[in-house]
């Protein structure tokens, strides 16, 4: 099954939820990437929410690794994406915004592993995503930490590709708010104790390669907070 590690205890993991184009610079990035000249109005109504399967699940120091079927490759184009991740710790059905911290159980940060090409596919097909977001090493996590929601506002995460950082971004300047996160799938899917929230990645994505080392932080106001190392097997 599952899991995490939250201060030396380990949490079964339940549903993985993800939200799409959470930082107005990635959400410009992107549509940019795309040849779109449109503003994307759609994410500013409602959150954009997808999810991964427990199995997309790894944690610090696993590798992570591109499918294959019939012997080949299903993608040629895997991205980064950094996020903070929630760890949910109880159950929470139609909690409000005022009420969202009471359900908190930790912070972590993570790796939202993309095939960008199938994605981008997807897209023009009108096809789900899970194909590119759910594949097996797709979602890695680190350590997670308890910590009240209000130090979301001094919070930071950067992730760092072969030492250089390509991935920087305050979780204050989000588009939907922890809080808004948790009263809105409270009320549409449900939350319970284990379910992860990816809360969208700040602008940088890009091409990862086998070999490729990956180091993503969660810093907060007394300097680094947890990370995760990972590599492109």
Known sequence: MASVSLES???????????????????????DKLG????DTAAVQEPIIFSKPASA??????????????????????????????LIGRRAIEVS??????YVAGFGVGLDMTLRDRQTQAKKNGQPWLLSK????????????????QEIDSMAIELKK??????????????????????????IFGLEAGDLIFTGTPEGVGKVQPGDTLTAILHGKTGA???????VS
């Open 162 to 187: 072969n030492g250089e950082r390509v991935q920087f971004g305050y979780p204050r300047e989000m588009t939907f708010s922890i809080s808004f996160l948790i009263s809105y799938l409270s009320h």
């Open 36 to 39: 779109l000249n449109f503003p």
């Open 225 to 231: 907070l947890t990370e995760l190392h990972t590599q």
């Open 134 to 149: 759910g594949f097996r090493t797709a979602a890695v996590v680190s350590d997670f930490v308890s910590l009240p929601l």
């Open 57 to 86: 699940l790894i944690q610090s120091g696993e590798s992570i690794a591109m499918p294959h079927f019939k012997g080949e490759p299903i993608s040629s184009e895997m991205h980064h994406e950094l996020e903070l991740v929630v």
């Open 9 to 31: 205890k380990t949490i079964a993991v339940g549903t993985i939820y993800c939200v799409g184009k959470n930082y107005e610079a990635h959400a410009k990035e992107m549509r």
């Open 97 to 102: 915004e005022a009420n969202a911290a009471d």
